[in-house]
């Protein structure tokens, strides 16, 4: 069968069952059940801390086939995965599900346990590196499943996913399982992608290298949702965990889309009081942020929140009292650990609260401008962050799909060519968000307005800005480098590209 | 049939159901499910505001038979109970279900709306007022249930209550369901019973008489929890809502009391650095936070933390550096407000958090020192807070049963005889809290320690403590009063008395 985009998808997929194929960013809503949680209820005078990974697993119950969780604010600094996977795989067990929120190259070990039947399969908003290498190679028994990041707190709230362990990176926590991101030589910030684990795996394991007298204080997970508490000597290198900091980009080309994009921001008319913005911590995407800070300082505009992954530029925009909050789900940068530690006006957000489609009203529901990569764009306007043009794994949605179908305004930033390679193309290796979800293509050389905005496209007329269509820009780009090669495919299925409702917009194949 | 104390019970109950008796304080523990919560899930443009009571009850499904729920923070100031009611009354819904965290004289109206079969049932923590008495001569047409703090939260928690409809009166809230308890007129602090609410009711609706614009900052119910907001001119009575201050008694008695609680904590071996404790905000036991806090400044002694309702008391003893941190789940007094929306260390913590036996541990359990009241005791420990004497309601457990059952050290502080009742007694009228979580009895004239409390008997026999059995603590108020006439009641059940695990302790029948 073919999904609303055209993607081909099997009816059924070996490992991960049916599939529901993509049918439009907002058909698959309404009323959701959420799955029911089994709690063992601790008494007075029982006792969480346990003193190493080999005493937790032996007061657990392991079996074959398990599902175990993790979150990814520790980045390429994680040792918590590899601990724990390491440690199962010492017990023989065989046939893990690994949920991570996103996996990093840190997590090549992963790739050896791949191969030896350890872990055979794989649910992640993100991966790079060797196990995103090893997955797009075939290596996995089963399909990985890339989702998003309020898909993955839909699975486990929907029961979609069901969570054995979840074995949560805690920077600080205490002998009753109260955690917190802020303190501690690890510290990482927010904790927002761990919160739906605690909430629904059966068993909660709060993985610390900074014990604290009870109780933590602040506290982001609280106690009544962990059952055990592991010391370790590190949960994670903190070079790899926070840089020290993001940097705008200093190419010429990034800074002119930068501008050309804020131009776009103020013609549509959202650049005003109460604005709510999101960026990513890409160079082209902070020079974004720049421009804005400057339109709004010369404007006096103070906008209502920023949201997303923190980076200290939209601490300083903060600071600068030119937002009043920030939502923060996962700090990228030193300078946001710090403000997200001290600052009240910087809220931790869930991933749920984030961008989950399914519960109340996520926080990408109010957000008016965000600015998107892209490593392929299509003539519909769906946009692929997860492959690469070569067919390979090396990144995915993270909160992409999920602000974008939020959003006012989605604007994709990105070189109209790379590597000699155009980014705009008839038909993307892979569909990660949508078309319908993007409103804008900014380049160095043109701007393309999605058809459905037919107001922005008028606004935009009235500018001096580049505007043309996305074939325009396409055949632009396709005059500089020539029509790029298809590349050849298997038919065998690497990976499972999971809307963040939980249906099927995609599917990768392992290229030939 | 007889639960473990002896108390009869019917095996099923009308308008409540089978009964499962109580057979002690953790034998009803282990594994539990939780119920699975249905969402109707938002997406972006839709909005949650709705101009009144009338507009949002246009917007949901009514019917007959519905449960609706509420939280007291705003006390005997709440004007939002009654307004909700009224408004569901005016649709013509009848046969209603009451589920308020505690109801207070000002829910007075509430006794109409029994008498006319618009409400049929309440369940409460703690009553206090008409209604406790409407429900006492038995115009409610089904038995009330009474249950605990904690007990609240397994209620929802479990599934074995259903809410439809949660009314969350809102001393702050966004135009998207962000929650805080701590700013505009109506500040109440901490809104931790109202969490459960917003977690497991069908349908969340937050009422506010402060509306601000997003996002709401703090916020302690997220708005991926909250379905409508609806504006009102006020939620309650500043003057209902919190004490000006909350007083230490000035009866001799009650002083000599908190300073013999005060020397069996010393001589309990607890009072020491990283203790905990609790208190709660009546004049005697207010007088034993002030005794402690006299000890702990003399010895340079640490606490961890101080748990429960928190009043100023407990809040100088923070800004003095006697506790860590506060867990609050309602403040009492203003300066318990102003500490909670300004100092990090005072912390908000749910209902669930707080006394919740069916999680995966409470605060409670890490208590140390926790001093209740009594309005009976029995030879066996029991206390009785739930009816007066004369058998009708005027209280309720509240987090009487939860705090006990978690300390280390549970001390009842009471007058030996009150308003020329004695207060020790062969049988309690109603068990509110089971003996066996019952450490000592503090009277002006002697003090009774738990017989199962061996190793406290031995460390008390070594002070100068008018130590004594709980016998002949009763024949000395006896001796002073004559032995009181037993209370004589008729068959007929009024309210089911739930243990904090969901069994039944007691049921309360109605005076002849």
């Known amino acids: 069968m073919k999904n609303i985009l055209g993607r081909e998808l099997p009816d059924y ?4 069952g049916e599939v529901q194929p993509f049918e439009g960013a907002f058909e698959n809503s309404g009323v959701k059940a959420q799955t029911a949680v089994v709690v ?17 697993l032996d007061k657990v119950e392991l079996k074959d086939g398990m599902v175990i969780a993790f979150h990814h604010h520790l980045r390429n600094g994680d040792y918590v995965l590899n601990m724990a996977i390491d440690a199962l795989a010492k017990r023989g067990i065989k046939d893990l599900t690994v ?17 030896n039947g350890v872990v055979t399969k794989i649910y992640a908003a993100y991966m790079s590196g060797p196990v995103a290498k090893a997955v797009s190679n075939g290596e ?26 979840a074995f949560i990176a805690a920077p600080t926590a205490d002998e009753y399982g109260n955690i917190n991101g802020v303190q501690g030589k690890s510290a990482c910030g927010s904790i927002g992608y761990a919160m739906a684990d605690a909430e629904y795996a059966d068993i909660v394991v709060a993985v610390t290298d900074n014990l604290v007298p009870y109780p933590a204080c602040p506290i982001h997970i609280t106690q009544d949702k962990v059952d055990y508490v592991v010391k370790v000597d590190s949960i994670g290198d903190p070079a790899g965990i926070v840089s020290g900091t993001t940097q705008i980009t200093k190419d010429p080309i990034g800074l002119k889309i930068a501008k050309m994009a804020s131009e776009v921001m103020v013609a549509s008319g959202l650049v005003k009081d109460g604005m709510s913005f999101q960026t990513g911590a890409g160079g082209t995407s902070l020079a974004v942020a720049d421009e804005l800070k400057h339109i709004m300082k010369e404007q006096g505009i103070v906008g209502s929140f920023a949201a997303g992954g923190i980076t200290g530029y939209i601490v300083d925009m903060l600071n600068e009292g030119l937002f009043n909050s920030l939502f923060d789900v996962q700090c990228f940068d030193l300078k946001a650990v710090q403000s997200i530690s001290t600052n009240p006006h910087h809220m931790l957000m869930s991933s749920s609260m984030y961008g989950n489609a399914h519960n109340k009203g996520a926080v990408v529901n109010k957000l008016d401008i965000m600015i998107l990569g892209a490593t392929e764009i299509d ?59 993007v409103d804008v293509v900014v380049t160095e050389r043109g701007i393309a307005v999605n058809p459905r905005r037919t107001d922005l496209i008028e606004k935009l007329k009235a500018t001096r800005l580049p505007v ?6 396409k055949n632009l780009a396709e005059s500089m480098t020539g029509k790029p090669k298809a590349i050849e495919l298997s038919d065998e299925i ?19």
């Open 494 to 512: 690497v990976a499972v590209v999971e809307y963040r409702d939980g249906t099927v917009i995609d599917v990768i194949k392992k290229p030939l």
């Open 140 to 165: 996995l028994k089963y399909p990985a499943i890339m989702h998003t990041h309020g898909g993955r707190a839909r699975l486990l709230e929907s029961g979609d996913l069901h969570v054995d362990i």
């Open 379 to 437: 003539t519909d306007f769906n946009v692929n962050v997860t492959t690469a043009s070569d067919g390979t794994i090396m990144g995915g949605s993270g909160g992409h799909s999920d602000t974008a179908a939020g959003s006012k305004l989605a604007i994709v930033v990105t070189n109209l060519v790379k590597s000699r390679t155009p980014i705009i193309k008839d038909r993307v290796t892979t569909v990660t968000t949508p078309g319908e979800s």
């Open 468 to 473: 043309m269509t996305i074939e325009e820009l």
């Open 13 to 16: 997929i070996e490992g991960y």
């Open 99 to 115: 949920a991570a929120s996103s996996i990093f190259p840190i997590h090549a070990p992963l790739v050896d346990h791949m191969k």
């Open 40 to 56: 063992k209820a601790v008494t007075p005078n029982e006792e969480k801390l346990v003193a190493d990974f080999d005493a937790l």
